[in-house]
C-alpha cells in the first residue's frame, strides 16, 4: 500500500486494485477521497466522474489525483476540471 498525504488531501492506493477510489452508482462511476480542509476536521468528498466506461474513470481519477498532490487542484474535488460533462 502506497500512502499518498498532503496539508490538504490523503489517499490509499493498493497496487493490488486498479479500482481504488471508486464506486459505481447505478451505472455511473464516482471518485471518493477524504481531505483535510484545516489541521482539526476532515471531509469524505465524493465526485461524479459522469461516465459509464470503467476504462475513462480511471484516467479521470488519475488526472484528479494528480492536481490533487501537484498542489494545482485544491482539496475539492469540484476544483479540478475531469473533462466534458457527459456520460461516456
Known amino acids: 500500500m502506497t500512502i499518498h498525504k ?3 488531501a490523503s489517499v490509499r ?3 493490488h486494485n486498479p479500482d481504488h ?3 459505481n452508482n447505478n ?3 464516482w471518485l471518493h477521497y477524504t481531505a483535510y ?3 482539526l476536521t476532515t471531509q469524505r468528498l465524493r465526485r461524479s466522474l459522469k461516465t459509464r466506461d470503467i ?3 480511471r484516467s479521470r481519477r488519475d488526472a484528479v489525483l494528480a492536481q490533487l498532490f501537484s498542489g494545482r487542484g485544491g482539496a ?7 473533462g466534458p460533462n457527459s456520460a461516456a
Open 6 to 8: 498532503n496539508d490538504q
Open 13 to 15: 492506493i493498493w497496487a
Open 21 to 23: 477510489h471508486l464506486y
Open 27 to 29: 451505472g455511473t462511476w
Open 37 to 39: 480542509p484545516t489541521p
Open 55 to 57: 476504462t475513462l474513470a
Open 76 to 82: 475539492h474535488p469540484s476544483s479540478v476540471d475531469i
